[in-house]
């Protein structure tokens, strides 16, 4: 289950989503073309602009919509061990529970997953059991997955720095406007990714921080599209 809070011209709206809402929610976003994001806690952010006729200058009126999703048992932070377990009941269709001396555990073709391990996936709300008796990954497990494999960064600008004399053309700098009494300034930041799939460039923090941001909205979009879509869904 999930907290929704939408934010409209209206003001604040609070609700309850669970996971088959939420799944809609989400499709209908990315139908729409509307910038998803997954947060590390398993959520989900939606933002759009919505530009309607009006009585401004361009004769339109833009306001800011957002939908966050708000898992009502945060993932937190998944371990190598934990997300090898769930990659294993992720990818078998066959993962169901099973009684040992007792107790359950998870079992899918070749593997099981101990009592203790599977109580621990059920306490967190990483794992369920669907109609047919398949255990699969929440919703907010697989959010929280993603998110957490997208974790980005932008560095920090150089900002003011004495040419190096390592530099080719090294002086011509100072004869820029940018100079300050011989310094040279850099404000560029580089936008990166936990995956490896990201090597950005912004001129500075701010625009780096759009590329990050891009690249999480991209994952995002694609996970949804690829995974949530089902061919079955309709309007
Ligand atoms: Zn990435």
Do not use: K
Request: proline share 6%.
């Amino acid at each position: 289950m999930f907290r929704e809070t939408i934010h409209h011209p209206g003001g604040v709206t609070h609700g309850h989503a669970n996971e088959r809402h939420a799944v809609s929610i989400l499709t209908r976003a990315v139908r729409r073309g509307y910038a998803v994001e997954a947060t590390p806690s398993g959520g989900a952010l939606i933002t759009w602009t919505r530009a309607t006729f009006g009585p401004t200058a361009d004769g339109t009126i833009r306001a800011d919509r957002s939908i966050s999703l708000e898992p009502f048992t945060p993932v937190g932070a998944i371990s190598p061990t934990t997300r090898a377990d769930l990659a294993l009941i992720g990818g078998d269709p066959h993962a169901h529970y099973a009684e040992q001396d007792g107790r359950r555990v998870i079992s899918g073709l070749v593997w099981r997953i101990p009592a203790f391990t599977t109580a621990r996936l059920r306490a967190r709300s990483l794992i369920t059991e669907d109609e047919a008796g398949r255990v699969r990954l929440t919703l907010t497990a697989r959010l929280g997955l993603l998110a957490q494999a997208h974790r980005t960064r932008t560095t920090e600008p150089a900002g003011w720095h004495r040419p190096s004399a390592a530099t080719p053309y090294g002086s011509a700098g100072l004869n820029r406007p940018g100079r300050r009494a011989g310094m040279l300034h850099d404000g560029g930041s580089a936008a990166l990714c936990a995956c490896g799939g990201l090597a950005g460039y912004g001129s500075d923090r701010a625009e780096a921080r759009r590329l990050t941001a891009a690249h999480r909205r991209e994952v995002t979009t694609r996970f949804i599209t690829e995974h949530l879509a089902a061919p079955l869904a309709t309007a």
